[in-house]
């Protein structure tokens, strides 16, 4: 019963919040969520960060800097893995259309793996 009490409490308390972030404008899902694992052991793998195709939007250049800290514990009864480390990652990016169907980007990283 508390429970449900807290849960709708919650509910009504972001209410206020979430309606003035509809009625604030435009809101894009590529300016709240783009998410990317940099794990050093995943990073290998690349996976570009999910884009709208905005064939009109020309060229564009930017420069993301990232800084990460990796904590991986593994166990078993006769062995643990633990790998502990921190990047320093400096991305930069250029994005243009070769036409109306087609889009491109370039993604350099430059990283830096330290202890962590």
């Known amino acids: 019963m508390r429970l449900r009490r807290a849960a709708a409490g919650a509910a009504t ?7 003035a972030v509809l009625l604030s404008g435009e809101c894009r899902a590529e300016d709240l969520f783009l998410l990317r694992d940099e794990n050093p052991l995943t990073r290998g793998f690349y996976l570009p960060l999910p884009s709208d195709s905005r064939a009109d939007a020309g060229a564009s250049f930017s420069a993301t800097m990232l800084v990460t800290n990796t904590l991986n514990v593994e166990n078993d009864p006769h062995e643990t893995l633990l790998v502990d480390g921190e990047s320093d ?9 070769l036409s109306s169907s087609w889009r491109y980007r370039l993604t350099l990283p430059i990283i830096h793996d330290s202890g962590g």
């Open 13 to 19: 308390a972001l209410l206020p919040c979430i309606t």
């Open 89 to 97: 990652a400096l991305n930069l990016t250029y994005e243009n259309s």
